[in-house]
C-alpha cells in the first residue's frame, strides 16, 4: 500500500542519530503490517535496516534475536540439539502467516505489534524470555516478556524507545514445548493460543497464554497438580467479539492447556490446530 501521508524517509546507521521523536514518526523493520493498510496519522518512517540488528547468537547464558531478525531465519538455523525448546520458536513462524511474509516479517515486530493473537508472544513467556529497550537518550534496560505487552497493540514502549534484542536462557531452551493454537478457520485469527514447556525432570510446567486474553499470561505450575488451566491469575482479562465470547475463550484457553500436558507427557503429538 502506498503510504500517501508520509513525507520523510530517514535511514539512521545508529540510534544515537534518532533525536527529538515526534509522535507521527513510526519506525519501519519488515513493513509487513505498516504497508499492509492506511497510516495516515505517520508523517516520517524511520528505517532500522542499516542498524544490523539481525543477529542469533548461541552464547552460554543462551540464545539472543536481534529485534530484526528475519522470523524465517529461525526456521534456517541451526540450533544445538539439547536446545528442544526452539522448536517453539520454529512453531510461532509457521502458524503465523505465509511463506511470503515469514521472509519479509521480523521477530521483534511482531511482538512489538502486540496483537492479541501474536505467535510469537506466547512462546517468549513460556520460556521465560527478556527483551532490551534502547531509547535514544538514556541507558538500555530489561523487561521481563510477559510485562511488555499490556493490551492489544498496547506494550511498555514509550516514544521513540525500540526493541534491541530478545534473550531466552540456556536453561529454558533444554524444555520440551507443545504449540497449540484455536481459530474459527484453519488460516484465520487465533482465538488462544497455549505454548506449554515441560521439564521432565522436574516436572514443571510453563504455559505461555495468548489469543484469548487483552495481553500474553503465564501460568506456572507441577505435573499432577489439579486445574492447571484454572490457576489462571483471577485479574485476567479474556477477550470478546465476533469470534468468541469470554466464557468460549476461557474454556477453549483450558483444553489447549490441556492437551499441550497430555502431548508431551505421552510423546503423543497432535494438531497445532483447532
Known amino acids: 500500500m502506498d503510504l500517501y501521508g508520509v513525507e520523510t524517509y530517514l535511514q539512521p546507521k545508529s540510534l544515537q542519530e534518532v533525536k527529538a521523536w515526534q509522535s507521527d514518526w513510526n519506525w519501519l523493520a519488515g513493513g509487513t503490517w505498516i504497508f499492509n493498510q492506511a497510516q495516515p496519522q505517520v508523517k516520517t518512517l524511520v528505517d532500522m535496516e542499516k542498524f544490523d540488528w539481525t543477529e542469533i547468537e548461541i552464547t552460554?547464558?543462551?540464545?539472543?534475536?536481534g529485534a530484526t531478525c528475519i522470523q524465517n531465519d529461525l526456521l534456517d538455523f541451526s540450533f544445538p540439539e539439547s536446545w528442544t525448546a526452539t522448536e517453539?520458536?520454529?512453531d510461532a513462524v509457521r502458524e503465523l502467516a505465509s511463506f511470503k511474509?515469514?521472509?519479509?516479517?521480523?521477530?521483534?515486530?511482531?511482538?512489538?505489534?502486540?496483537l492479541s493473537?501474536?505467535?510469537?508472544?506466547?512462546?517468549?513467556?513460556?520460556?521465560?524470555?527478556?527483551?532490551?529497550?534502547?531509547?535514544?537518550?538514556?541507558e538500555p534496560y530489561f523487561v521481563d516478556a510477559v510485562d511488555f505487552q499490556t493490551a492489544p497493540q498496547q506494550t511498555i514502549l514509550q516514544p521513540?524507545?525500540?526493541?534491541?534484542r530478545i534473550k531466552?536462557?540456556?536453561?529454558?531452551l533444554q524444555w520440551q514445548t507443545s504449540f497449540k493454537r484455536m481459530a474459527v478457520c484453519t488460516a484465520g485469527y487465533a482465538i488462544a493460543i497455549v505454548v506449554t514447556a515441560y521439564h521432565t525432570q522436574t516436572q514443571q510446567v510453563r504455559f505461555g497464554i495468548a489469543g484469548s486474553v487483552r495481553s500474553p499470561q503465564l501460568v506456572t505450575g507441577e505435573l499432577g497438580s489439579i486445574s492447571l488451566h484454572e490457576q489462571m491469575p483471577p485479574s485476567v482479562e479474556y477477550l470478546e467479539d465476533e469470534r468468541g465470547s469470554t466464557a468460549y475463550r476461557r474454556h477453549v484457553t483450558g483444553?489447549?492447556?490441556?492437551?499441550?500436558?497430555?502431548?508431551?507427557?505421552?510423546g503423543m503429538k497432535g494438531d497445532r490446530r483447532y
Open 101 to 114: 511474509l515469514s521472509h519479509a516479517a521480523t521477530v521483534g515486530g511482531n511482538i512489538c505489534l502486540a
Open 60 to 65: 552460554p547464558e543462551g540464545l539472543t534475536i
Open 168 to 172: 531466552i536462557p540456556a536453561q529454558n
Open 117 to 138: 493473537a501474536s505467535t510469537f508472544a506466547p512462546v517468549m513467556v513460556a520460556l521465560d524470555a527478556s527483551y532490551e529497550i534502547w531509547r535514544p537518550n538514556g
Open 160 to 164: 521513540g524507545e525500540v526493541l534491541r
Open 88 to 90: 517453539a520458536l520454529k
Open 255 to 266: 483444553v489447549l492447556m490441556q492437551r499441550g500436558i497430555t502431548e508431551l507427557t505421552t
